[in-house]
């Protein structure tokens, strides 16, 4: 079966530094990914999904992540976080032909002003 | 329009007692997720319904978890004769017309709290 690795569990950065959050699956066939956040007191929501095409994709609030074929990740990036990016971040993999996603544990993110 | 709602939000219940979860989809959602979610942790699939075929139960941890849809209407997740193992977040997620690139609209969950 396979698997999503989310190596960063817990990460706490002051405003304006970088984030770079790791993804990584076990499945070495065609994937769709997605990165999902959840902030505060809210639904899961998506953030940003790659199906097919560029390899880089951007998102919602500035996000962007890099699908690397030959490093099976999908890693999400940030040049400059904000207070408002404290939130959990899954990320989630698609094999080709099922319907159903494997999710990472989640990383959190807390972000001091 | 309408997003995925979840009821209750909160249910606290004593070991022993069934208890029953709701989800209502969004409108025109052929498929439907169930998902647990313990503290700590990942999102961990139960259920899949995609419109009129047959469920993939195999995320199902006993059988005392069992879950129901009718057609592309609302589901219900029910726990049998509840341990305190069950207490996490249950989260329901819907889909367009399933294509593998489609995103999931998740619900606000239901807080299971096992006594």
């Known amino acids: 079966a396979q698997s999503v690795s989310q190596h960063n569990h817990h990460v706490i950065l002051s405003e304006a530094a970088s984030l770079e959050l790791g993804c990584n699956y076990s499945?070495?066939?065609?994937?769709?990914l997605f990165w999902y956040v959840q902030y505060p007191g809210q639904h899961l929501q998506l953030l940003l999904k790659y199906f097919s095409g560029d390899p880089l994709v951007k998102g919602i609030k500035g996000f962007e992540a890099e699908f690397i074929k030959s490093k099976f990740s999908f890693n999400l990036r940030k040049p400059s976080v904000q207070w408002s990016d404290t939130a959990e971040y899954f990320c989630?993999?698609?094999?080709?032909?099922?319907?159903?996603?494997?999710f990472g544990r989640g990383t959190s993110l807390i972000v001091h002003p | 329009g309408a997003g995925v709602s979840q009821s209750p939000s909160n249910k606290v219940t004593e070991k022993g007692k069934d208890v029953e979860l709701r989800c209502d989809p969004i409108s025109g959602h052929t498929a439907l997720y169930w998902y647990r979610q313990r503290l700590g942790q990942g999102l961990e699939f139960l259920i899949y319904f995609q419109g009129n075929s047959a469920p993939d139960k195999s995320g199902l941890p006993s059988d005392r978890f069992s879950a129901e849809r009718t057609g592309e209407s609302v589901s219900t997740l029910t726990i049998q004769r509840t341990q305190q193992e069950d207490s996490a977040v249950y989260l329901c997620?819907?889909?367009?017309?399933?294509?593998?690139?489609?995103?999931?609209?998740f619900g606000p969950g239901t807080r299971l709290t096992v006594l």
């Open positions: 997620a819907s889909s367009p017309r399933d294509r593998a690139g489609n995103e999931q609209f």
């Open positions: 989630a993999v698609k094999t080709a032909g099922s319907y159903i996603p494997t």
């Open positions: 499945y070495g066939g065609t994937v769709n």
